[in-house]
């Protein structure tokens, strides 16, 4: 055999104790160097119980009588259900959040090494259309490699309170169908950056202070220019989106969405065991919801009563696993 996948040693590590850990890794090692070819020289990348950051640092050991150089391979999901949009949770970013991110990182840099490389892990349905083969979001993709590079991004400022009854973000200027066109504010923490330009995905480039103005930190586009593409009685979905860009580091997208509540194909439904309910919706305005609402007759939750303690905008989802949502319904 002359070559032996280095993700093999990495699933032979997804073990649930620290003996099972070592002994893994160990046996791992001990095939790879029998192997022959240029497998002596293969990097290794080795990992503790469960690939995750906790169990690594409790638990692995680093091999003996092995001579690959090897690095540490760890997932972080953290935390989860904003991770996964579990219960409809998209809201992070608070001082806490942001401290117990770096509390779990340097766990790992102080038990073995300041020095850590970024893998952008992709399961599919993320960041990369493996059809298309093209970045879903190109923008994310800048924040990381910008962010690896030690370059200060700008980015889209949004709620980070998780007790918040509203969530607003400045990716969107939203404005609701019937309403009169006004102004629209958007926010980004500079972090030492200045602004640069926006430019409409038709091409145009906004002027200053003609289609908009800026402050520190704040954007706001005018009514005036916002009208060529809203007005109170035009239909509801995504109407433009703007590039805004910064002395240094990533662009950042404004989509504009005129939106209105969505309304339900019918009101009643009998439910058959063992088979789907189907529900039909038209959508008006954003394509993809966060999560649904679901409430008996009597106002209590359907599902996951525990959901009314984190806060307002995850109280009584049901999770997207039991969902199905049909794409000829956006």
Known sequence: ?????????????????????????????????ASGGFNAQRVVTLVGGGMDGIKTSQWFKAPTGYFNPWAIQYHYYSPYDFIFQAWGKTIWGSEADKQSMETDF??????????????????????????????????????VVNAAKGVSNSLSDSTTDGSASEQTSAAYIFPKVGEDVT????SFPLNGNQFKSIKAADGTMLNSPKDYTSSTGTITVKKEFLSRYLSPSASPGSKLNLTVSFSTGADASVEIVQWDVPTLGLTTSKAVSGADLLIPITWKGLYKLAAVKMLLNDGAYLFDDWTQYPGPTTAGPWTATGIGMAPTLY
């Open 106 to 143: 340097a766990n790992i840099r102080g038990n073995f090494t300041n020095n850590t490389s970024v893998i952008l892990w992709d399961n599919g349905d993320g960041a990369l259309d493996r059809t298309a083969h093209t970045w879903r979001d190109p923008y994310l993709i800048d924040i």
């Open 183 to 186: 102004d629209g504010p958007v």
């Open 1 to 33: 055999m002359k070559s032996v996948a280095a993700m093999g040693l990495a699933i032979l590590g997804q073990v649930a104790s620290r003996q099972t850990s070592e002994s893994s890794t160990a046996t791992a090692c001990s095939v790879l160097a």
